[in-house]
């Protein structure tokens, strides 16, 4: 999902940032520094021999994921203070135009930063090599002398990167998500879409039956009349949406493609005008009649008109979203690391909380293990005047330790080892994953939240085993965790769900799940051409722009006129040129799952 962040767009995780991919993070600054009396003695991250005698220097961030713009504060960057003496300036394109327009703006000036994260290695990433914007990491021996973890831990992933986008010699970046090499569903408790309600009042419902994705509307209106306003008196939503990650079209409706196993772009290629099934054979114009593109748009409209879609969608960032979903205005959501914001400790002892509710048709998609790396990259831009130290913090990141402290903070603050195992402090479990907890100035100050990386791309799969314990990397999957007694929101879902630990585990018993495999082609992704891609970038603004309206419409008259003037304007403009191109590229992947 072209940045799935901003076109999935985005973060996290962004991971979603990094963290857990994912996972994605807030885009809010830190607040003034408190002191968190209940925060243990300052530890983490072993200190670089040397490093507070070496250079301090500020390194610009272009990530084309991230939902923060200007300098990392906090834990994170304490961290990555003490250990390398380096800052971290980000620099967001989705907060400073969108990437395309941030990326022609930096490749007009010939500079694209230090650290480049880009959201997918298509056009942009290869456009950046071919002008010669990117440090090629095998030379003077920089990838031998300064990347030891990221050849011990992802020697495929440069193998990838060496094979289709190096000439068989050159390396130019690496992919995230790099995965070990195994079979199966590589995500943790959550898929990346999960079809997420308030539990607790989905309960009190009696937990109605849901067959197709048109049925989670009666029940979300009987839950919004079970709950009008949220803790402070506002106004509840079933939908509250946000458009500053939208790509080749709204993210948010995509998410309705991506719970019935089809996902933008095809495990190769970057995403365009088609939806593309993770493990069969099949793909759909975003624009087809009864795609699930187009029936996500339908059930927002009717949404609307029933009054569960948040009137600031349209306008409102994806920060506003985080403060009302804190507040408990939503009543769905489709992506998990989102959910934690309102599923604190306190809420969930109290029963209260997010929860996947599933449908009997749901296949969610699974991105898999995959040893190459996925398409968000890692790279460093060619104008640095310090590749080493940039390479270095990139390795870091891609050891045991780095994304150890990435995805769970540092020890002796969110975890330590018992009898080598890791185990959550008192404070982890207070402030992970994603709380307002303040933490002491030793330990950078602020709030843990705020503090978390907004870099938002991960290294590794959180799901993968850590070699120095031998243990997954979230923290939800380590044993000390799962032996623990459980919230009673955990214990509603579980009773309720056959059991099932987790929403993974549910749909994998379930069979619905879709998993895509890994590929490795030796090859990078046929690139379109400059008059297609004009087309492209036409097209894509009046799907935006169209689909907004849409859901806004004042009836399904007006709804119909606004669907068929969107459909003879994208036609109008190259749509079906475009999606035939789209077509031919998923249909060479079809061929590479074969073989």
């Known amino acids: 999902m072209k940045s799935f962040r901003k076109t999935f767009s985005l973060l996290l995780l962004a991971a979603m940032l990094i963290v857990s991919t994912a996972a994605c993070t807030s885009n809010t600054n830190n607040g003034p520094a408190s002191t968190a009396s209940t925060a243990p003695a300052a530890g983490g991250a072993t200190e670089t021999a040397g490093s507070s005698q070496r250079e301090e220097i500020t390194l610009d961030v272009f990530s084309m994921l991230s939902n923060f713009s200007g300098e990392q504060t906090g834990w994170f960057a304490k961290v990555i203070k003490d250990k390398f003496n380096i800052n971290l300036n980000i620099?967001?394109?989705?907060?400073?135009?969108?990437?395309?327009?941030?990326?022609?703006?930096?490749?007009?000036?010939?500079?694209?930063g230090d650290l480049i994260i880009f959201g997918d290695d298509g056009q942009k990433y290869l456009d950046s090599i071919k002008a010669g914007m990117l440090v090629d990491w095998t030379k003077e021996g920089l990838l031998d002398s300064k990347g030891q973890n990221i050849l011990k831990y992802a020697p495929k992933a440069i193998e990838k990167n060496k094979a289709n986008f190096g000439g068989g010699s050159s390396v130019y970046g690496i992919g995230f998500d790099v995965g070990d090499d195994?079979?199966?569903?590589?995500?943790?408790?959550?898929?990346?879409?999960?079809?997420?309600?308030r539990w607790d009042l989905y309960e009190k419902l009696g937990?109605?039956?849901?067959?197709?994705?048109?049925?989670?509307?009666?029940?979300?209106?009987?839950m919004q009349e079970l709950e009008p306003k949220s803790e402070s008196g506002r106004p509840t939503y079933a939908f509250s949406m946000w458009a500053d990650w939208d790509g080749n079209m709204m993210v948010l409706t995509k998410a309705w493609a991506g719970i019935h196993g089809f996902d933008e772009g095809d495990g190769f290629n970057s995403g365009g005008f088609t939806l593309v099934s993770g493990d069969k054979d099949e793909y759909q114009g975003v624009l087809d009649e009864d795609g699930y593109y187009m029936r996500g748009l339908k059930l927002y409209f009717d949404a609307n008109q029933m009054g569960l879609v948040d009137p600031d969608s349209m306008t409102q960032k994806f920060e506003d979203v985080v403060n009302k979903m804190?507040?408990?205005?939503?009543?769905?959501?489709?992506?998990?690391?989102?959910?934690?914001?309102?599923?604190?400790?306190?809420?969930?002892?109290?029963?209260?909380?997010?929860?996947?509710?599933?449908?009997?048709?749901?296949?969610?998609?699974?991105?898999?293990?995959?040893?190459?790396?996925?398409?968000?990259?890692?790279?460093?831009?060619?104008k640095t005047k310090h590749p080493d130290r940039v390479l270095e913090f990139i390795d870091w990141l891609y050891s045991p330790e780095g994304n150890m402290i990435s995805s769970n903070g540092p020890e002796g603050l969110n975890w330590e080892l018992k009898d080598g195992k890791p185990v959550l402090t008192a404070f982890g479990e207070q402030v992970l994953p994603a709380n307002d907890t303040a933490l002491p100035e030793e330990f950078g100050g602020g709030t843990w939240k705020d503090g978390m990386s907004q870099l938002n791309n991960t290294t590794?799969?959180?799901?993968?085993?850590?070699?120095?314990?031998?243990?997954?990397?979230?923290?939800?999957?380590?044993?000390?965790?799962?032996?623990?007694?459980?919230?009673?929101?955990?214990?509603?879902?579980?009773?309720?769900?056959?059991?099932?630990l987790t929403a993974k585990d549910y749909l994998e018993k379930n069979n619905q799940l879709t998993i895509m495999r890994p590929l490795f082609t030796g090859t990078p992704p046929s690139v379109i051409s400059d008059e297609l891609?004009?087309?492209?970038?036409?097209?894509?603004?009046?799907?935006?722009?169209?689909?907004?309206?849409?859901?806004?419409?004042?009836?399904?008259?007006?709804?119909?006129?606004?669907?068929?003037?969107?459909?003879?304007?994208a036609k109008g403009l190259g749509y079906d040129e475009v999606l035939a191109w789209n077509v031919e590229q998923n249909k060479k992947v079809f061929g590479y799952r074969k073989q």
């Open 91 to 112: 620099i967001a394109s989705n907060l400073e135009g969108g990437a395309d327009v941030k990326f022609a703006t930096m490749m007009a000036a010939g500079n694209l």
């Open 182 to 197: 195994k079979p199966g569903p590589s995500e943790a408790k959550d898929l990346t879409y999960n079809p997420n309600l």
């Open 207 to 222: 937990r109605p039956e849901i067959n197709t994705m048109e049925d989670y509307l009666p029940v979300l209106k009987q």
């Open 326 to 382: 804190k507040d408990g205005q939503l009543l769905f959501t489709f992506f998990p690391w989102l959910d934690d914001t309102y599923n604190t400790a306190e809420h969930m002892a109290e029963g209260k909380g997010f929860a996947l509710v599933p449908f009997k048709e749901e296949r969610t998609f699974s991105y898999g293990y995959d040893p190459y790396g996925g398409n968000r990259v890692w790279a460093i831009g060619s």
């Open 460 to 500: 590794f799969k959180t799901t993968n085993i850590n070699p120095d314990n031998g243990e997954p990397y979230d923290y939800n999957l380590w044993q000390s965790t799962l032996e623990k007694s459980p919230t009673k929101l955990d214990q509603d879902w579980r009773a309720a769900m056959g059991g099932a």
């Open 533 to 569: 891609e004009q087309k492209r970038g036409q097209v894509a603004q009046v799907i935006r722009q169209f689909s907004w309206k849409m859901i806004y419409a004042k009836n399904e008259a007006e709804f119909n006129k606004l669907r068929q003037e969107m459909l003879d304007k």
